[in-house]
Structure formats: C-alpha cells, structure tokens
C-alpha cells in the first residue's frame, strides 16, 4: 500500500463550481498535512498547512484533516479558471522535515 | 524576495557528460532537498540536507550526488547522466523543528533532458 494515494484526474469543472479534492494515507504517525498547487512550468506552491485534524479555511480554499480516517480534502469554493492547476497533498511526521506526497490532481476550471 | 533559486531552468546533455545543477535559497533554511518528478510518479525524493555537511539519501539517490558546504546552497551532481534520468527537478528548502513551517519553499525546476 503506497504511503499517500491521490487520485490523478483529471478533474473538469465549471466556473464557480466547488471542487473537492482528497487522499488517504497509511502511515498514522502523518500530523503535518498540506495542500500545495503547482501551475504548468512552475514548482508547487504551498497552499494550506494544517497541523493534526480539523479545518482550517482561507479565502476561497478549505482543508480537511481527519486523522481517524486517514482522509484529508480540499474544497475550493466558487472556483475560477486561475485555479486550473495540479494540486498535490503532502504530509510528515515531523523530525527529519521528510514529506511526502500523493501524485497531485490536475484540476480545469472552464470558463 | 524570498526565493529557492535553480539553474538552469533547461539543460539537454549526452550520456556521461558529467553536470551540476545549482540550487540556493535566501531564507536562511536549514532544510534543503532535491526531488525529480515523473508523469505517473509524482515527486520523489533524491537527496536531503538538515543543514551544512548533512545530508542524506532520499528513495531514488542512484546516480546523484549532493554536497551542502554553505548553508544556502545545494548543488545536485550527475556524474554520469543516463537518459534515464531525464526528468523535471526541483529543489526545494524550509525551517528544521517544531510547528513553525514544515512546508516548503519550491524552486521553478530544471528540466533535464538527456540523450
């Protein structure tokens, strides 16, 4: 069983639709959890950071942590074609900084 | 500004022709890390720095190499590319230790091509 599983996609939305993404992981020891982005030609970017289970929004995006599970999501509300991108999930337990990461979403928001 | 900086951004090379790509951030990490990434793989981790004079094997490390003689650089090595090592790289750094920032800061990649 891989560390982090994600979906590929790719994922085609209208414009101002919600987009849910999500992966599962196997290793219980994750507390560190994120969401970057990562535009054509570019590095990722970090996203959201979230630190054990909850919620946690800013603006537009909500990330999702539920540790029981071992499920995290983002939601990304009144999506806009700026959010065409790949959205990869990371997470770590903490100590060596080590993350590691699901295979990333590709996500088009059509106009 | 803030910022992980690698060079080059395009390289194509012939096999065995030994190369280095440059990595150096502004932000006074301790962390560095160097990663490759693949249709269908994702990310994978080649080698990682703690801080100057550590670093360590990530999962995919045959073929590279790694020094961190200062803090703010880490340069990537191929002794002797294969094509099989044509990929998007990038380096990567961030904070060492506690809740403050485990994310990390990315590069724009290098992509090699090696024929």
């Known amino acids: 069983q891989k560390e982090v599983e994600q979906d590929p996609g790719p994922l085609s939305v209208p414009e101002g639709a919600i987009v849910s993404l999500n992966c599962t992981y196997s290793?219980?020891?994750?507390?560190?959890f994120m969401w970057y982005r990562q535009y054509s030609r570019k590095g990722p970017e970090l996203l959201m950071y979230t630190y054990s289970s909850g919620n946690k929004e800013d603006g537009r995006f909500t990330a999702q942590v539920d540790k029981s599970s071992k499920y995290i999501s983002l939601f990304i509300r009144d999506s806009q074609p700026s959010d065409s991108a790949t959205y990869l999930c990371?997470?770590?337990?903490?100590?060596?900084?080590?993350?590691?990461f699901g295979k990333g979403n590709q996500v088009v928001v059509i106009p | 500004e803030a910022q992980v900086t690698q060079n080059p951004r395009y390289l194509i090379t012939v096999t065995g022709k030994k190369l280095t790509v440059t990595c150096s951030q502004n932000?006074?990490?301790?962390?560095m890390s160097w990663y490759r990434q693949d249709p269908g793989l994702g990310l994978r981790q080649i080698y990682y720095?703690?801080?100057?004079?550590?670093?360590d094997k990530g999962d995919v490390p045959e073929g590279y190499k790694v020094s961190r003689k200062e803090k703010r650089n880490f340069p990537l090595i191929l002794e002797s590319p294969s094509p099989n090592q044509t990929s998007l790289y990038f380096c990567?750094?961030?904070?060492?230790?506690?809740?403050?920032?485990?994310?990390?800061?990315f590069g724009s990649g290098t992509r090699l091509t090696v024929v």
């Open positions: 990567a750094s961030s904070f060492v230790g506690g809740r403050r920032n485990y994310g990390y800061t």
């Open positions: 990371a997470m770590s337990k903490g100590g060596n900084n080590r993350l590691a």
């Open positions: 720095s703690m801080n100057v004079e550590v670093t």
């Open positions: 932000m006074n990490h301790e962390y």
């Open positions: 290793n219980s020891a994750f507390q560190y």
